[in-house]
């Protein structure tokens, strides 16, 4: 392989979504070490030269069009105040208050592979995590235990410890955590997760797994694990906070229950946006002549008026009549002004398809990790003592576009001073991880060259004794303070 920089300029060259890069704004080298939000004048070169961020799957950038699709928003609200909740304007292609949801929908549903009506944007996701186990967890005597992953992403243990506490069960014995199978890996493998479900397979009421995992990248054989789960009559449910918008869901055709996101990581809408949820259409059919006898005919749900029938919810009578489909799950009134930011960045996933995102993301990662294999700038002796380990599996099919990389212990802190120096923005797990995402929509092969150079340095520098560490560096922050071995 030629691990040369024209390499990475020839793939760029060829790369039929590189123009999508410039529907977003790169932070400057002198944006992030500036101090105000003001941009000052100067001659540095560091005022145009990009930093090379590879943390979309802790916060993707800003969209260029979010800022003009919110203005849009605001001077909808300004000039119609009320009245935007039913009237549109000519030369804006922004609904109505009352429809923006729906239109979030229409966007959100290919990049998970569903139908408009089991889509629905709202809330947060451990809220929607809650509100979907309000349906879908209900546990007996027999059957009550939920399984998930030993390392989830602490809110969703503590969702899943809560809703069993909720109902009068002992986490101690109601939750199953599945770990990796030695200590030496962080990986689970899928014969494990099946081998685990076939263990408690009579106890148990609902599965919850993430469709990537957020500490190692590894992405779940969520098609095999689901027919697995519903041959044993169980219900299973997805966190897909590090999956949508980063590899080709198929939630429908894969028969999943239910799923979760949030939408700040690949998908772009910024901090805390609005969140998404998937409910099979199996599972959100509305019977109206049972529901108008007042004998249900909807599945068990926490109920809110932005639920129901969008014919009658402005009557305001006290019989709810949910809306067929994920939206039906809706409690209040959403935030257009959310809903705007999420549907800017959809509207750029529109430009393409999740399979030509994904063929990228695959390119663009195998770049990756063949480069850091093979440091191009590195002392040939080095290759053979790598001071790192890759620890998200390796075959593509079983990755999104994270790798996770331990360092040897002592080197985090350095490293990572050397590359916010050198203005990388990466993220981190202490004590000894760096998670690295180059996100399709707008990285490039020629900054994934440039990274594993700075990052190779870094290492060598840090075991060198040449550069110490900084508890203020910029790149992100994690909370774990101990290995995978001691966390279980």
């Not at 590894?218 to 044993?232: C, F, G, P």
């Not at 169980?234 to 080709?248: K, S």
């Not at 999420?342 to 195998?366: H, P």
Request: glycine share 8%.
């Amino acid at each position: 392989m030629d691990f040369g920089p024209e390499r990475a300029i020839d793939l760029d060259a060829k790369d039929p979504l590189r123009n999508l890069r410039a529907e977003f704004i790169v932070p400057t080298r002198a944006d992030l070490k500036s101090k105000t939000l003001a941009r000052l004048v100067s001659n540095s070169q560091d005022d145009n030269e990009t930093c090379i961020y590879l943390c979309g799957n802790s916060l993707g950038l800003q969209p260029r069009r979010t800022s003009e699709r919110i203005a849009s928003h605001l001077s909808a609200w300004a000039k119609k105040g009320v009245f935007g909740h039913f009237k549109g304007h000519e030369d804006s292609d922004l609904p109505p208050f009352l429809h923006v949801d729906d239109a979030a929908a229409k966007l959100m549903a290919p990049l998970v592979g569903a139908s408009q009506g089991e889509v629905v944007v709202m809330e947060t996701l451990t809220a929607n995590l809650h509100l979907l186990m309000a349906s879908f967890y209900r546990p007996t005597k027999e059957k009550y235990k939920i399984i998930l992953e030993g390392k989830a992403f602490p809110s969703d243990h503590y969702a899943v410890e809560s809703q069993i506490r909720h109902h009068d069960f002992d986490p101690k014995h109601a939750m199953i955590l599945i770990d990796p199978e030695g200590d030496d890996t962080a990986i689970i493998s899928t014969a494990h997760i099946l081998s685990v479900i076939n263990k408690h397979a009579s106890t148990t009421a609902l599965i919850l797994l993430p469709g990537i995992q957020y500490y190692t990248g590894q992405y779940l054989d969520m098609k095999t694990i689901t027919a697995h789960a519903h041959s044993h009559g169980i219900l299973i449910g997805w966190d897909c906070a590090h999956a949508v918008g980063n590899v080709d869901l198929k939630l429908h055709e894969w028969d999943v229950d239910f799923a979760a996101w949030c939408n700040y990581k690949y998908v772009n809408s910024g901090p805390g946006a609005i969140a998404g949820l998937f409910i099979h259409s199996k599972n959100s059919q509305v019977d109206l002549i049972a529901t108008k006898n007042g004998e249900g005919g909807y599945r068990r749900r926490l109920c809110g008026w932005w639920g129901g029938d969008k014919a009658i919810r402005f009557d305001m009578g006290n019989r709810f009549v949910p809306i067929a489909g994920a939206a039906g799950f809706q409690l209040g009134n959403p935030s257009a002004l959310d809903l705007t930011a999420v549907i800017a960045s959809l509207e750029i996933f529109g430009l393409t398809s999740m399979a030509a995102i994904r063929e990228k993301s695959i390119a663009l990662t195998n770049y990756l990790e063949d480069l850091l294999l093979h440091p191009p700038l590195a002392e040939q002796s080095h290759h053979h003592n790598l001071p790192y380990r890759i620890i998200t599996p390796s075959s593509p099919t079983e990755r999104g576009a994270q790798l996770s990389v331990r360092l040897k212990p002592g080197l985090l802190e350095g490293v990572l001073k050397a590359l916010e120096d050198a203005s990388v923005v990466v993220d981190e797990r202490k004590p000894d991880v760096i998670r690295v995402a180059p996100a399709p929509l707008y990285n490039t092969f020629r900054e994934v060259w440039d990274f594993v150079n700075i990052f190779s340095a870094a290492c060598a520098k840090t075991q060198a004794g040449q550069v110490s560490g900084s508890k203020d560096a910029t790149a992100l922050g994690g909370r774990e303070e101990k290995g995978w071995a001691e966390i279980k």
